[in-house]
């Protein structure tokens, strides 16, 4: 890869990955505090509909965060990246073992992320996650959940 991507995701991964470890424990905070809170910033949630805006994205992590807790694993295993200028971008798989509304649950989710800086800081300002198409659901269908995340 090239130096500045290498250099990105040096910054960038070990920050991502604790707040995906937190978000997974029911702490949305390390994920919002990685966000721009200027917009557009989106959300295209494997569970979720589409959230555009600060406060729309910000209140679905709360939801989100909400209904996990006790990781046992997260691994986001990166299968390409790239940073040119002031924007960047990652796209791998999400490795979990977390509980979802207390029912220990294991899943991937194929994840992109889409950063800019702002003062010199990497901020997301989009993620698109969903199941890779071999992926079973998990024990909770997307129809319950969607319904209670609708607007």
Not at 54 to 79: L, M
Request: net charge negative; charged share 25%; glycine share 6%.
């Amino acid at each position: 890869m090239p130096a500045p991507t290498d250099a990105f995701l040096a910054d960038m991964l070990p920050r991502q990955t604790a707040a995906e470890q937190a978000i997974h424990d029911g702490d949305a905070e390390p994920r919002t505090a990685l966000w721009s809170k200027e917009d557009p910033v989106s959300l295209f949630g494997a569970w979720l509909p589409v959230r555009t805006g600060w406060a729309d994205v910000s209140a679905a992590f709360r939801r989100v965060a909400a209904q996990f807790g006790d990781t046992r694993d997260y691994r986001f295993e990166v299968i390409a990246a790239g940073a040119s200028g002031d924007l960047a971008y990652t796209i791998g798989f999400e490795h979990n073992t977390v509980s979802v509304n207390g029912r220990e649950t294991t899943y991937t989710l194929r994840a992109t992320h889409v950063y800019r800086r702002e003062d010199g800081e990497w901020r997301i300002v989009h993620r698109h996650a969903d199941r890779p198409p071999d992926e079973p659901a998990p024990e909770e269908t997307m129809t319950e959940t969607h319904s209670r995340y609708a607007r």
